[in-house]
């Protein structure tokens, strides 16, 4: 069975910085588009970042452009998002999600890591 | 860019609900909706605006006109009862994804 599982999140303070993964198992995730995608308490989903197969193209959401990076390890199977000057409007379950050509779209997603931006 | 949806809809058990989505961009570009329960990974329902995957039970459908997309459920189960978000791209520049604001189904 195909899963994705992040983790890494947690409680940070405004200014701070926090690293997730995405470990993928049953597939490579270097083989496949990944994503980013949040959701704030109570809101909706909101897209942040893609890396393409090879981590050498990415994009960001104009709102976390600058201060988050994406990356990933084809070695341990794992997709980063590196976190810097973190905001209270970034606290969210941030999820990760492959992108899979034949869908044109999310077809496998984790259950998501919880971010809190507070002091 | 912005995709528009409803904040809620009710449905009786067994009878058809509707979910719209609305956004400039969605008379050039496809459209994809997402199923989400709380404490759950999304679950992609619809994708190109009315291809269903096979993992999605065949009252699931989608359509299109112009600039509106439709998610339709005909006879609604409570199993439906979920967030749906409809997903686009933006057609300028590098691709950015877009998220509709969420629909919340009731099926009563």
């Known amino acids: 069975e195909m899963q994705l599982v992040e983790s890494g999140g947690g409680l940070v303070q405004p200014g701070g910085s926090l690293r997730l993964s995405c470990v993928g198992s049953g597939l490579l995730v270097s083989d496949y588009w990944m994503h980013w995608v949040r959701q704030a308490p109570g809101k909706g989903l909101v897209w942040v970042s893609r890396?393409?197969?090879?981590?050498?193209?990415?994009n960001y959401a104009d709102s976390v452009k600058g201060r988050f990076i994406i990356s990933r390890d084809s070695a341990k199977n794992t997709l980063y998002l590196q976190m810097n000057s973190l905001r209270a409007d970034d606290t969210a379950v941030y999820f990760c999600?492959?992108?899979?050509?034949?869908?044109?779209?999310?077809?496998?997603w984790g259950l998501g890591t919880m971010v809190t931006v507070s002091s | 860019f912005e995709l528009t949806q409803p904040p809620s809809v009710s449905v009786s058990l067994g009878q058809t609900a509707s979910i719209t989505c609305s956004g400039a961009a969605l008379s050039k570009q496809y459209c994809y909706w997402y199923q989400k329960k709380p404490g759950q990974a999304p679950l992609l329902v619809i994708y190109?605006?009315?291809e269903r995957p096979s993992w999605i039970p065949d009252r699931f459908s989608g359509s299109s006109s112009g600039t509106i997309v439709t998610l339709t459920i005909t006879g609604a189960q409570p199993e439906d009862e979920a967030d749906y978000y409809c997903q686009s791209a933006d057609n300028r520049g590098p691709y950015d994804l877009v998220f509709g604001g969420g629909t919340t189904l009731t099926v009563v």
């Open positions: 190109k605006d009315n």
């Open positions: 890396s393409n197969s090879d981590g050498t193209r990415t």
């Open positions: 999600a492959r992108f899979l050509v034949r869908y044109d779209a999310f077809d496998l």
